[in-house]
């Protein structure tokens, strides 16, 4: 029995565009070689705004091995449902970037990336995160009786601004088992959350090299 909670609407995310200036025209007694047209056209340039970097994401190659291989999808405007057992009821309404990834048996991971306004604001999201995440296992437990669940922390990640690692174990009454590994990291006022999950327990789950993809989604942000 799947677990789904309401995704709450998010605004999807434009790229904004850098405004084209009316080309330069001479004027009279301009100086000999385009003197004049060239002036403008730095001068152009240099009022022009600069366009803001765009988060990197991940590559199918730097998730955890698996032995079927990993498929990336294309990276998509919005918060991936995917994420939504933990965090569908508590992100804010930021413009949300998420990538999916699949191999050809159970095994999954998702990324999501936000770019907020401000350092401050990065912090609090990221802060507030981490905080629904550690309490999800609870949270599942309450809202369906027929699953037990086990949250766990790993520790956090020496990388930029920092990351920090969580597992997430839910079986159900009729025997069902899955395991989950999650990550939240920031760099400035951009926030990146990984999330794995495949059937089976925590020893199942490729701790160290989850931690190794969780430390390369930080740095690869820009």
């Known amino acids: 029995m799947p677990i789904r909670t309401r995704v709450a609407a998010l605004a999807a995310l434009t790229a904004a565009a850098l405004a084209v200036g009316a080309a330069a ?19 152009k ?6 366009k803001a970097a765009v ?5 199918a190659s730097e998730l955890p091995p698996h032995p079927t291989g990993w498929t990336a999808g294309p990276v998509t405007d919005g918060f991936p449902e995917q994420l939504a057992y933990c965090l569908g009821e508590g992100v804010p309404a930021y413009d949300y970037r998420h990538r999916l990834f699949h191999t050809e048996l ?16 990065g912090k609090a999201l990221a802060d507030r995160l981490n905080k629904e995440i550690r309490t ?5 437990e309450r809202l369906y009786p027929e699953i037990e ?15 920090t690692v969580h597992g997430l174990h839910t079986e159900t009454s009729y025997g069902a088992t899955d395991v989950n590994l999650l990550s939240v990291g920031r760099d ?5 959350v990984v999330g794995w999950g495949q059937m089976g327990d925590f020893d199942d789950a490729p701790l160290a090299a989850f931690k190794k993809t969780a430390k390369k989604a930080v740095t690869k942000l820009y």
């Open 45 to 50: 340039n240099a009022s022009a705004p600069k």
């Open 149 to 163: 669940a086990e949250g766990r922390y790993f520790g956090t990640l020496p990388v930029e601004e920092g990351a």
């Open 25 to 43: 025209t001479a004027q009279a007694g301009a100086a000999p070689g385009g003197t004049a047209q060239k002036n403008a056209s730095v001068q």
């Open 136 to 140: 999800c296992a609870a949270r599942l």
């Open 55 to 59: 988060p990197r994401f991940l590559a």
């Open 188 to 192: 400035g006022r951009t926030v990146t």
């Open 106 to 121: 159970d095994t999954s991971a998702v990324q999501v990336t936000v770019v907020t306004g401000s350092a401050a604001k």
